[in-house]
């Protein structure tokens, strides 16, 4: 069979990149599958789709938002009717299940449709003064062209919940997906395109970011960044970007999971395993760190590895299936250097072998680990890995709980088990974390909530998701008409 080849997209058209190289995408779960081949672009195809987003502002912004809307809603309506066969590839392309890539594109979709509502709502305000002669007011105006750059692991859901706030408020896009799942984003495009979005108004690169990125960074045409990565990529593109550039950049995390001694253990077990595993670890809001009370440690560990062994392991389209292969060679490379850090600071429980017999031989598969004896300075407590892999720590007390878990460098998303309203009106108050979880699992979060952390977690005060996710793509202008 032929492996199909897909193109750019800029100003309105489907093009091959200048240097007329591509790069292979393989399905993770077994590398002799390739998904597609892909445009290895190069800084002149950046500075193409900057140049065309560049002259298709004015006439985008000048665009009634109601019709901006309606090209949203109709590109979830294709979205929705092909969320079948875009889960499938995305699957293929990045490991997940076949079932949760559909729920992406749906998630797509409905973000898509959150926005064209909400951006039809979304204004200025009057400002009451003394003058009878004067009126005072603002208005949300769009701030020109911004670069979307996304990361692997959710490639449909992230850049959708980035575009559909960026284009209803008529902004225009450069659109970079990563270069281990660009199939997904390339879907979100195509359903724009669809629904009749101008030329111009939306471009869509591929290629490696040491390449592209300089350009749709550094450029001072560039208005705006919405990145999601880890947090040195977001670091470097921070010390680069021009003075006048806005930055929205959701990084990385190290997430806690407290266990009290009046948890419901089974329950506890239940969330440690959703948001440490259910999508291999590589959730930037994963379950890393669980703390436990050490009267119920020993309980609550038996459990968690009685379970975690019972988990299926397989390929993304076989269903049933607990954990999928990890998404890259990188990404499995990473984890196997992290568990054998892990080794040597811990007590590896179970897992942390790396599958490659029978139906695993060509993929990147890993079974969880679940490290105990794990001490506060430990690397595996410290440092992000994004995969399976979860380190438990010993507390005798919440506060020393709470102490533990606001000790790192990250604070994007952490949780509690409890029963006891003291501990979850303490915890909700003093956890140094961008999202609270109460007997919920770390992961997951709202299409109409804001997303978003604190400390290394994020570089920006502008939240993603809900509402507020429409105010980074805009800027306000205050009026003040006389008579």
Excluded at 8 to 16: A, F, L, T
Excluded at 431 to 446: A, H, P
Aim: hydrophobic share 40%.
């Amino acid at each position: 069979m032929q492996t199909e080849e897909f193109l750019n997209y800029i100003n309105g058209e489907w093009v091959k990149c200048r240097s007329g190289r591509t790069f292979d995408n393989i399905n993770p779960a077994d590398t002799r599958e390739l998904v597609g081949r892909f445009q290895a672009s190069t800084a002149l195809d950046a500075e193409d789709a900057v140049n065309a987003a560049a002259a298709a502002f004015d006439g985008w912004r000048r665009t009634p938002v109601g019709q901006r809307a309606r090209l949203l809603n109709k590109a979830a309506d294709y979205l929705e009717a092909n969320a079948q066969r875009f889960g499938e590839e995305l699957s293929r392309e990045e490991g997940k299940s076949v079932a949760l890539g559909k729920d992406e594109f749906v998630r797509a979709a409905q973000t898509f449709r959150f926005y064209a509502t909400e951006g039809q709502t979304f204004g200025g305000e009057t400002y009451v003064q003394d003058d009878p002669d004067l009126m005072v007011y603002s208005q949300r105006e769009p701030l020109g062209v911004v670069s979307v750059i996304s990361p692997w692991n959710f490639p449909a859901s992230i850049p959708a919940r980035k575009i559909a706030p960026a284009l209803v408020t008529g902004n225009t896009i450069v659109f970079k997906p990563s270069s281990d799942a660009p199939l997904s984003g390339l879907r979100l495009v195509e359903a724009l395109v669809h629904a009749g979005l101008p030329a111009g108004v939306i471009n869509y690169i591929t290629g490696r970011a040491g390449d592209v990125g300089p350009i749709i960074t550094t450029s001072q045409a560039i208005r705006a960044i919405s990145f999601t990565g880890s947090t040195q990529a977001g670091m470097h593109i921070h010390r680069t970007v021009h003075l006048t550039t806005r930055l929205q950049m959701e990084l990385g995390g190290k997430n806690p999971l407290i266990v009290m001694e009046d948890a419901d253990l089974d329950k506890a077990v239940d969330l440690a395993i959703k948001g440490g595993f259910s999508l291999t670890g590589q959730a930037c809001t994963g379950t890393s760190r669980v703390i436990v009370m050490k009267a119920v440690k020993e309980d609550f560990t038996q459990r968690l590895v009685a379970k975690v062994k019972g988990l299926k392991i397989g390929p993304g389209h076989q269903p049933g299936m607990d954990l999928g292969p990890l998404a890259t060679a990188k990404q499995l490379e990473t984890v196997l250097s992290y568990i054998a850090i892990g080794r040597a600071e811990a007590q590896l429980l179970c897992g942390g072998e790396r599958l490659q017999d029978g139906e695993y031989a060509h993929g990147y598969y890993v079974t969880p680990a679940i490290f105990d004896g794990v001490t506060q300075k430990a690397r595996i407590a410290r440092e992000e890995i994004f995969g399976p892999v979860i380190a438990i720590l010993e507390a005798e007390s919440f506060e020393q709980a709470m102490a533990m878990a606001n000790d790192s460098e990250y604070g994007l998303s952490a949780a509690i088990a409890t029963r006891n309203p003291r501990y979850i009106h303490q915890f909700s108050n003093d956890i140094q974390s961008g999202t609270v979880k109460i007997n919920r699992t770390t992961t997951g979060n709202l299409i109409n909530a804001p997303f978003g952390g604190v400390k290394n977690s994020s570089t920006s005060t502008f939240r993603e998701s809900g509402r507020v996710g429409l105010e980074f793509f805009t800027q306000t202008k205050v009026v003040y008409r006389g008579l």
